[in-house]
Nanobody
Framework: QVQLVESGGGLVQAGGSVRLSCTAS????????VGWFRQAPGKEREFVAA????????YYADSTKGRFTISRDNAKNTAYLQMSSLKQEDTAVYLC????????????????WGQGTQVTVSS
């Protein structure tokens, strides 16, 4: 069993930046890939970014590539999502998850999920 807790969301102006954190407990965090997903009101959940267990391989959705950066610190059991050049369409609940590999997490292959943190981008 693993517990994931997201933090760092809030209200940010368009063009601004915010960093989300995902802290894990209850399992060997370093053995698993971590991914970020988001869900906006009335829309399906979508993949945002993923990172391999070692942190050496990253994956991004086309909509976030070049603006978002995923990273992890296995010593702290924490993954991060640095979000920059934010747009109003980035407004959503952001959730982190663990999975077997970053590549399969892009397709939604996740085992544990956090509760999510709201990010609202204002104009």
């Amino acid at each position: 069993q693993v517990q994931l807790v997201e933090s760092g969301g809030g209200l940010v102006q368009a063009g601004g930046s915010v960093r989300l954190s995902c802290t894990a407990s209850g399992r060997t965090f370093r053995n698993y890939a971590v991914g970020w997903f988001r869900q906006a009101p009335g829309k399906e959940r979508e993949f945002v970014a993923a990172i391999s267990w070692s942190g050496s391989i990253t994956y991004y959705a086309d909509s976030t590539k070049g603006r978002f950066t995923i990273s992890r610190d296995n010593a702290k059991n924490t993954a991060y999502l640095q979000m920059s050049s934010l747009k109003q369409e980035d407004t959503a609940v952001y959730l982190c998850a663990t999975g077997p590999t970053g590549a399969t997490m892009r397709m939604g292959a996740c085992d544990y999920w956090g509760q999510g943190t709201q990010v609202t981008v204002s104009s």
